[in-house]
């Protein structure tokens, strides 16, 4: 332990001369530094270090997952506390300052309370994750505009003025450069930090930062030593501070101002907003910087639970009358780097902060301003730059705006307004760049995106055709009113455009599987787009979703799920399924089959028979009868079987000469099964080839790349098993029986005695075997391409 220690040293000290450098620079402008409130910077670097103490001790007793981990004061949000207090100054009025001062504290120590019960619901709700999803722009230009605020408070603190002193016009800019002792007191902190930044962008060591103003205070007091001037005249024209010697007796004054009999609940009220504004800004800060310095020290660690001890921290620094803190990334990194991974490296450091607390302000009195102000100018120049500056490359046009805009309207105006501001451009940019995208990601045709059902080739032939009456549309991302906009109109454009007469629609399927959300006016759209298919006498069929997930109540809040000529399916397949089978059934129904309930098996939903009255139109109806004519009416019947099956099978590739077939029956072995027998199950030796002659079977792929398997029906007058069959290799699915089944099998023996004994035969039976097997897999790809 005491060797840990020992190597500990450095990074203590490192952090302890981290902790006076922000504190002197930042705690001295906690306070305006006008009208009441002038003369409470010493007050301010009580309350930094207190707040510092608090946070120091929270993490390293166990509260943080980073051993070294370095608390401190919120710098960034002084610009929000000078708001705090101007606006409860001009609530009381100036006139009463006990009173001022006294709301104005207990002000400050609110903001800490509200922050850490923020970062502690959000830690135990595990919501860490979700506020580092808040887009990182608006962020970027609050830090923008705490930059440039920095920047003016530097040149305040630097010529020793008030904040209302310094403003955009004539007699500023006269006094900033025509005073020649103003000049100096401004110009020279401002060279050293441009001169710092200059250093450290060639060199990088990590004792650069805090040397380079331990130097400067010691040439400062060479000089001072060797022109022999005195204290007093360096105080009086602003070279040291000016602290009222004997007046601050310790830290502990703090509490003096504290009387909560003259509180103003009023004035309090009037800063809500402000620090609605102030939280918010806060809690953006833990959930970004933790991951990312998780990152650079390579360690795990756990978001919720620094959420959790930035609300305790908080709580208790509110608590205890001080101000917000939080894990500071750079001095918990540079810790790290000088040897400060440990608890009792952090330990340490808090001890530290204790005598430093203890000690008191009387040093501030001997601190050269212009240390101060260099210190500040180098974080409000880099604040400025990595907001304008590192960003150029990094985000779009409309980011880089709004980063802008919020810097400038926090300069102009105020912060509050400037992070109002920022969200609402946000907001109004994002719907602008979702309006310009589309959310129609693909639109086919039935032809070009058949089911996986695997129907007779003379089936396949029509509804390759007579599909073309059916338009598929697959949407993505989240419907809202800014996208629905360009959905409806293609829709429009389908139904009510000039290619209407010659292409009518009988079927418009929309693909909600890649939808994340439906907003109240895109469902209202599809009311709207309903309401215009049912003028054409179109069904609307969705699929991609069931009726309790999140889109499918979107749609059921509209009614639009319960009206007439709408379908749901849980997925595309389904629904094409369902769409080809209304087709089939059209067509039989139209030709008075009476053998239909025997002759057309087919799987999925059996209540095709709703969409069959609206084939009753002239075009559709007309296009469906020259299709089926050339192609289901074409089929001949045999009376024998197994020729009259494999006719079914592969009439469309070709004619089957009777005579060429005729032995084919003695080796082909008739096999019936009853529902749910499994005929093969998937990686199992093939057997032979079945051609279905009754009733559906169903296989089950279950292919590495797709987390769901793929189902394939096969209905009479199909092919099955043939690729695994030919090939030899095992079989790529599962296959089980729907409905009551009858088929013919050529096993693995038959085929090979039937290529030995009917050579002309065999060769003829595996080209049909073949053709049929790319068709079969050509559909099945587009299936599976249809599901990414």
């Keep these: 332990m005491v060797d840990i220690a020992g190597k500990s040293i450095p990074a203590v000290l490192l952090g302890c001369l981290l902790n006076i450098l922000d504190g002197v620079s930042y705690g001295m402008i906690i306070f305006p530094g006008t009208g009441v409130f002038a003369g409470l910077g010493p007050l301010g670097v009580s309350m930094f270090f207190l707040s510092t103490v608090i946070a120091q ?267 917000p803190n939080y894990l500071v990334y750079v001095n918990t990194l540079l810790f790290y780097r000088v040897g400060g991974a440990s608890r009792i490296a952090g330990f340490l450091l808090a001890v530290m902060d204790v005598l430093l607390l203890w000690v008191g302000t009387a040093p501030i009195a001997y601190i050269p301003v212009m240390v101060v102000g260099a210190l500040i100018f180098v974080l409000g120049i880099d604040l400025v730059k990595e907001a304008l500056w590192d960003t150029r490359d990094r985000t779009t046009r409309m980011e880089y705006i709004t980063i802008a805009s919020i810097m400038i309207c926090m300069t102009v105006w105020d912060f509050v307004s400037g992070v109002l501001f920022g969200i609402i451009i946000s907001c109004f940019f994002f719907v602008v760049q979702n309006s310009q995208r589309t959310s129609i990601r693909a ?8 089911s996986t059902v695997r129907r007779p080739s003379s089936q396949r032939a029509f509804l390759r055709e007579v599909s073309k009456q059916t338009t598929i549309i697959r949407l993505q991302g989240f419907l809202f009113f800014g996208t629905i906009s360009g959905v409806e109109d293609t829709i429009r454009g389908i139904v009510q455009g000039p290619s209407w007469q010659d292409s009518p629609l009988q079927f418009l399927v929309l693909d909600l599987s890649l939808v994340a959300g439906v907003d109240m006016s895109a469902a209202e759209a599809f009311v709207r787009i309903h309401r215009i298919l049912t003028a054409k006498s179109i069904t609307l069929v969705f699929c991609g979703l069931d009726a309790e997930s999140p889109v499918g109540q979107a749609l059921e809040s509209v009614r639009v799920l319960d009206s007439d000529g709408v379908e749901l399916f849980a997925t595309f397949n389904d629904a094409m399924e369902w769409t080809e089978n209304a087709y089939l059934r059209a067509w039989f129904t139209s030709q008075k089959c009476e053998a239909t309930s025997t002759a057309l098996e087919l799987p999925g939903r059996q209540d095709g028979n709703d969409a069959i009255g609206s084939f009753t139109s002239s075009p559709r109806r007309s296009y469906m009868h020259d299709v089926g004519n050339r192609t289901i009416a074409n089929d001949p019947e045999h009376p024998c079987e197994p020729y009259n099956t494999l006719v079914k099978a592969f009439s469309s590739y070709g004619e089957l000469d009777p005579d060429l077939f005729r032995p084919i029956g003695q080796y082909l072995e008739k096999i019936s099964f009853a529902v749910g027998s499994v005929l093969w199950e998937q990686d199992e030796s093939p057997d032979g080839v079945y051609i279905v002659q009754s009733g559906v079977l169903r296989a089950t792929y279950q292919f590495a790349d797709y987390t769901q398997c793929v189902e394939e029906s096969m209905v009479p007058g199909t092919v099955a098993g043939e690729l695994s069959a030919l090939s030899g290799l095992p079989r790529n699915a599962t296959v089980i029986v729907e409905r009551d089944a009858t088929v013919w099998r050529l096993s693995m023996e038959d085929l090979e005695r039937l290529e030995t004994e009917q050579p002309k035969l065999a060769k003829s039976l595996l080209h049909l075997l073949l053709k049929a097997a790319k068709t079969d897999h050509d559909i099945l790809l587009s299936a599976l391409t249809c599901r990414q």
């Design 443 to 450: 639109l086919h045709s039935g032809e070009t995106a058949m």
């Design 57 to 323: 001790l929270t993490y390293t007793l166990g509260g943080s997952g980073f051993v070294g981990a370095n608390g401190s004061m919120m710098i960034e949000i002084v610009p929000f506390f000078h708001i705090l207090a101007t606006t409860i100054s001009a609530y009381i009025g100036e006139d009463k300052p006990k009173e001022v001062i006294a709301t104005t504290l207990v002000a400050f120590a609110l903001s800490a309370v509200l922050t850490g019960l923020s970062f502690l619901m959000l830690g135990l709700l595990k919501l860490g994750v979700i506020v580092g999803f808040f887009p990182r722009h608006i962020l970027v230009g609050c830090i923008g505009g705490v930059g440039v605020f920095l920047i003016r408070t530097g040149l305040t603190v630097s010529m020793r003025i008030g904040e209302d002193d310094l403003g955009a016009n004539w007699e500023t800019i006269e006094m900033m450069f025509m005073d020649s002792h103003k000049l100096i007191l401004w110009s020279l902190p401002m060279g050293l930090a441009i001169l710092l930044r200059l250093v450290t962008h060639k060199w990088h060591h990590q004792l650069i930062f805090p040397l380079y103003f331990i130097a400067i205070s010691l040439i400062f007091y060479i000089i001072v030593a060797a022109a022999q001037v005195n204290l007093w005249d360096l105080r009086h024209t602003g070279w040291i501070f000016d602290m009222g010697t004997g007046k601050h007796k310790g830290w502990y004054e703090l509490y003096s101002y504290y009387d909560f009999s003259v509180i103003s609940y009023g004035a309090l009220w009037a800063t809500l907003p402000t620090q609605f504004a102030l939280l918010f800004f806060n809690i953006l800060h833990p959930p970004l910087n933790v991951p990312a310095l998780s990152v650079s020290l390579n360690t795990d660690v756990d978001t919720n639970k620094e959420l959790v001890a930035h609300g305790y921290s908080n709580l208790l620094s509110g608590f205890a009358g001080s101000v």
